[in-house]
């Protein structure tokens, strides 16, 4: 740790603990943890915290996770030196900020209907490479049951086909793969 940096998530937190910095700027992806998993933990330290998750790419479920748990703002990697600048001024005033382009990501996506647990969980191990059989006896469910949360996934995310729905999902950030 130096600087106000951290190789981990929990070197971060800590670091947010003794320093207690206006904005804090949380990596999405760190080599022990996910920064949308960690916001509990820093809005339970810090009530008023105001964190910005930093991402390499903008998938839509990711930013609104993010947003729901409380972050207030979300920007990716390549975002231009005066557009973190704005971001972390606007967030240390209590304000919102989500650049043009992820707020156009997140516009595309509004109103859908979003996926029940069970789905996710279903939609998780599809993108694993697990068939419906190895499904249900993973989840001690019927097979009927799997095709059923099956057909609603491809129906609320516009696809048709088992390779779609996870190739979609990947990007879009409503799955999460750890490599």
Request: overall charge negative; charged content about 25%.
């Amino acid at each position: 740790m130096s600087n106000g940096e951290a190789e981990t998530a929990a070197e971060g937190f800590e670091l947010f603990k003794a320093v207690k910095p206006d904005v804090a700027i949380l990596s999405l992806r760190m080599p022990d943890s996910c920064a949308i998993d960690d916001l509990n933990a820093y809005f339970i330290e810090n009530p008023q915290a105001r964190i910005i998750v930093l991402a390499d790419h903008a998938g839509d479920a990711e930013i609104t996770r993010a947003l729901k748990k409380g972050a207030l703002g979300y920007v990716c990697k390549d975002i231009r030196p005066y557009e973190l600048v704005k971001a972390v001024n606007t967030v240390a005033k209590g304000k919102k900020y989500i650049p043009p382009d992820i707020a156009g990501i997140l516009s595309e996506h509004l109103g859908e209907e979003e996926l029940t647990p069970s789905e996710q969980t279903v939609l998780r191990m599809i993108v694993g490479g697990m068939q419906n059989k190895e499904i249900a006896f993973a989840l001690d469910i019927s097979e009927n049951t799997v095709k059923t949360h099956i057909k609603n996934i491809f129906e609320k995310i516009g696809v048709s086909d088992r390779t779609s729905a996870a190739t979609l999902a990947i990007k879009r950030g409503l799955v999460r793969i750890d490599l």
